[in-house]
Structures are given as structure tokens and as C-alpha cells.
């Protein structure tokens, strides 16, 4: 039996009416949600039908253009083949990017900076998806130099009411995981916030989405662009509960069982300013899985920080999992709080017996660029590159 079949088999044996997927595996798996509801279960989060949807980038891009949601330009659907792609290229300006319908978060993406780069852009994201996802359908789009990542949080009541929770920033990554996430974005305002939000949430309302979803964008120059919608709850879901002072997943649950969102949109005012850190059990500089056994544990605490994590004295880190191993959300009237809060809970932390990122964190808060909220996507990278040499 498949992970989805035990988990049927275990709702139904105990008689759980309901199941919450978490933000991970199956959580946009739509061929278990859709199990999920022929067994009678409640999912509580979207529809089958819609993680079905945004989970084909394409019909994604193309729903969310129809719904009124700026995207980034590019192919209007497929790309089929070679010579397409190639008059695409001359018409959107090189750069340009290649991304695997089937992809998302990264994965079977390829730059062509220029004409010549673009015969092995194309193959080689056709290929990837078809050897990742069994999918080689691919689209085109203007690629965007210096964005930041921007994604509002959205939530739906799945009979057409939806709110948004305005945006966070998750531009410090590095290869594709994000590393600190924060809310509001330091290069949001209010006007931004309010108009983008707007979009997004009259978007889901329309096709009558329910429960917690993302929808992200790069953001450059004033302008938002679409690229993905994620139909789950995220890892990085703490800081919008921080500055909007809700719980998520109270609502979530909600609304898988038929009751109303506890809030509407003119009850969401922002208060103040939360940042994410994630730590992850990896050995630095290089990011390698740190698993083993935890020797002490000490959790900071206090006004605004939220330590979330399973860790205790003697736990044994398995290395089956992804790394992460805690979040730190700290929580202040204003940015400067919030980072002084972040750098005295580090302070506090004790996590021995293996590595963790901590020590990034503790180096990052002295960066200027940090500390301003000055950074793009790619900032992350060029400064570890930066770390390297010296
Ligand atoms: C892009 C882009 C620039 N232009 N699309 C990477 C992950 C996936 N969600 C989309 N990604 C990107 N799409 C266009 N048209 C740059 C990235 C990208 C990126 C996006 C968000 C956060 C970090 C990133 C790191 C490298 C590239």
C-alpha cells in the first residue's frame, strides 16, 4: 500500500472525519486529495480540481490572467517546439526563461540570456520535465533580472468569499530554499499592499477557493508579476499570523467545517512587523544535512518571539527529511524591533550536538542590506560567494 492508502486506512479504523496535510508531501498532491474526498473525507484545504489547476503552471498563469492578475509576459500557453520558442525570444528580448509546466519552485527552469543560448534552454527544459514530472510541455517567459520575491497570502471560503493577508518577502534564498521570510515587505506600501492584495483576493473568491493559498509574485521596479500559486499553507505562514494577529490554521479548519472565516477584510489591519529565520540542522559553508543526536536544548522565549519546533534534549535528528528543524518568528511594533528581537533570541538559542544555520543568521544581521530590507533575489547568493573568499 502507498502513504495515501495508509492514511485512508487510518481515517477510516479510528474514524477521523477530517484531515490537515500540513505543508508538505501530500499536501498539493491533487491525486490524494481526490481520494481523499471519493472516501468522504474532509481535505481540509482546496479542492482536488483547484491543486489540480496551479499545479500545472501553465493553466495556472492562464487562469490567473483571465481572473485579472498582472503575469509576467511571455508565451501564451505551450511552447511546441524549437522555432516557436526562438521567434519568442526575439519578440519578448533576451533574457528570457524556460520553465517546465510541470515544475514550479525552481525545478526545470533554464535562462537564455541570448539567440544562441536558446536551442539548449528549450531542449534541456523539455527534457527535465519530461524526466522529472512525465511532463515536457514548456513555457516562455521575459526573464527578470533583479526582483524580489513577493507572495500575498490568501484565503478563501470556498463559496465565493476570499480575504487576503497581504505579502511576504522571501527573497533571501539560496538555491530555491528559502532562508528569512518577513511581513509586511520592506519594499511594499500601503497602496501596493492594498491594491495587489485586492486582486488576489477577488481572483480566489471567483473561482470560489477554499482555504489558505499563496500567490506569488517577482516584483521589480513597482510592478507585480505573477509565477505560481501554491494551494497549501507555507512553512513561512507565521509571520502573516504575527502581524495580522490570526491563526491560520484555526481557520483553515474553519472552513473545512462549513463555518465562516472568524474575520473579513476590514478586520485584517497590519500590526507591526515579523521576521522568520529557518533553522535547519546543515554544516556551513556549504549547506550539507547535519542529522544526529541533539546533546542541549535551550528555547529562547519571551514578548514576540515564537520558537516553533519538536526539538528536546536527546532528540535524534533523522536523515530521511528535509533539514529544518525549527522556525524562529520574532515579532515587533516596527522592523528595527523585530530584528533586535531576532538577534537577542539567536543569543539565547542552544543547539548542540549538531550544526545549524544559526551562525548565518547571526552574520546576516550585521549586513547593511539586512538590516535596510535593501536585497533582491539574488542578493543571498553573491554575499555566501562573497563569505567564501574570504
Ligand atoms: C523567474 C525569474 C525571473 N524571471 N521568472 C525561481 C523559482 C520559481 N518559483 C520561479 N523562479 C524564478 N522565476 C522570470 N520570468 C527568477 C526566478 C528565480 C527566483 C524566484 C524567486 C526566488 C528566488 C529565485 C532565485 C532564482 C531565480
Known amino acids: 500500500m502507498c502513504s495515501s492508502d495508509l492514511i485512508l ?3 477510516e479504523i479510528t474514524g477521523a472525519q477530517a484531515i490537515h496535510p500540513g505543508y508538505g508531501f501530500l499536501s498539493e498532491n491533487a491525486q490524494f486529495v481526490q481520494a481523499v474526498e471519493d472516501h468522504g473525507i474532509t481535505f481540509i484545504g482546496p479542492t482536488a480540481e483547484h491543486i489540480r489547476v496551479m499545479g500545472d503552471k501553465i493553466t495556472a498563469k492562464e487562469t490567473m490572467k ?5 503575469c509576467v509576459p511571455g508565451s501564451k500557453g505551450g511552447v511546441p517546439d524549437l522555432a516557436t520558442a526562438q521567434r519568442l525570444g526575439e519578440e519578448l528580448g533576451y533574457p528570457v526563461i524556460v520553465k517546465a509546466t510541470a515544475g514550479g519552485g525552481g525545478r526545470g527552469m533554464k535562462l537564455a540570456r541570448n539567440a544562441g543560448e536558446m536551442e539548449s534552454a528549450f531542449l534541456t527544459a523539455r527534457s527535465e520535465g519530461k524526466a522529472a514530472f512525465g511532463n515536457d510541455e514548456v513555457y516562455i517567459e521575459k526573464y527578470l533580472t533583479t526582483p524580489r520575491h513577493i507572495e500575498i497570502q490568501v484565503f478563501g471560503d470556498g463559496k465565493g468569499g476570499a480575504v487576503h493577508l497581504g505579502e511576504r518577502d ?9 532562508v528569512l521570510e518577513e511581513a509586511p515587505g520592506p519594499a511594499i506600501s500601503a497602496e501596493e499592499r492594498a491594491r495587489i492584495g485586492a486582486i488576489c483576493a477577488d481572483a ?3 473561482i470560489n477557493y477554499a482555504g489558505a493559498g499563496t500567490i506569488e509574485f ?4 513597482g510592478e507585480f508579476y505573477f509565477i505560481e500559486m501554491n494551494t497549501r499553507l507555507q512553512v513561512e505562514h507565521p509571520v502573516t499570523e504575527a502581524v495580522f494577529g490570526v491563526d491560520l490554521v484555526r481557520e483553515q479548519i474553519r472552513v473545512a467545517a462549513g463555518l465562516p472565516m472568524s474575520f473579513t477584510q476590514e478586520d485584517l489591519q497590519i500590526n507591526g512587523h515579523a521576521i522568520e529565520v ?9 549547506f550539507s ?11 529562547p522565549g519571551g514578548l514576540g518571539v ?6 528536546y534534549d536527546g532528540y535524534v535528528i533523522p536523515p530521511y527529511y528535509d533539514s529544518l528543524i525549527a522556525k524562529l518568528i520574532v515579532h515587533g511594533r516596527d522592523r528595527t524591533e523585530a530584528l533586535a528581537r531576532l538577534d537577542r533570541a539567536l543569543g539565547e538559542l542552544i543547539v548542540d550536538g549538531v550544526d545549524t544555520t544559526v551562525p548565518l543568521f547571526r552574520a546576516l544581521l550585521g549586513e547593511p542590506a539586512v538590516q535596510t530590507g535593501d536585497y533582491n533575489i539574488h542578493w543571498l547568493e553573491h554575499w555566501l560567494e562573497t563569505q567564501m573568499a574570504v
Open 289 to 299: 544535512p547535519c542529522p544526529g543526536r541533539i546533546t542541549q536544548y535551550h528555547a
Open 170 to 178: 522571501c527573497s533571501l534564498q539560496r538555491r530555491h530554499q528559502k
Open 306 to 311: 515564537r520558537m516553533d519546533s519538536a526539538l
Open 218 to 221: 517577482l516584483y521589480e521596479n
Open 66 to 70: 483571465a481572473l485579472g492578475v498582472p
Open 9 to 11: 486506512a487510518a481515517c
Open 204 to 206: 480566489v473568491a471567483k
Open 278 to 286: 529557518r533553522i535547519n540542522a546543515e554544516r556551513l559553508p556549504n
